[in-house]
Nanobody
């Protein structure tokens, strides 16, 4: 049975950093496209970053140069390193793994950027 479990969220001051983790069981991330999404109250869900099975990455314009998505195949875990955080980055961050005929979502982790 597939499970995606996020961790690493919390409260951080503007300009600070957090590293989010998405650990998978029941699937191998190297065979999927994995994405980080975020959703704030009253706003639409937003695609933040993606990484393919081959390691190619893409980012939403507002996080380019600040966020980095990566994968550790030995741990079967995808990460989102977030630097220079801004209040507008505040949201629930959720990971998603997608293949041709199936997709899976995690439960999400809260990130709050506030002074």
């Amino acid at each position: 049975q597939v499970q995606l479990v996020e961790s690493g969220g919390g409260l951080v001051q503007p300009g600070g950093s957090l590293k989010l983790s998405c650990a998978a069981s029941g699937l191998m991330f190297r065979n999927f496209v994995t994405a980080w999404y975020r959703q704030a109250p009253g706003k639409q869900r937003e695609l933040v970053a993606t990484i393919t099975g081959g390691g190619s990455t893409n980012y939403e314009d507002s996080v380019k140069g600040r966020f980095t998505i990566s994968r550790d195949n030995a741990k079967n875990t995808v990460y989102l390193q977030m630097n220079s955080l801004k209040p507008e980055d505040t949201a629930v961050y959720v990971c998603k793994a997608s293949a041709i005929l199936q997709s899976y979502w995690g439960q999400g982790t809260q990130v709050t950027v506030s002074s």
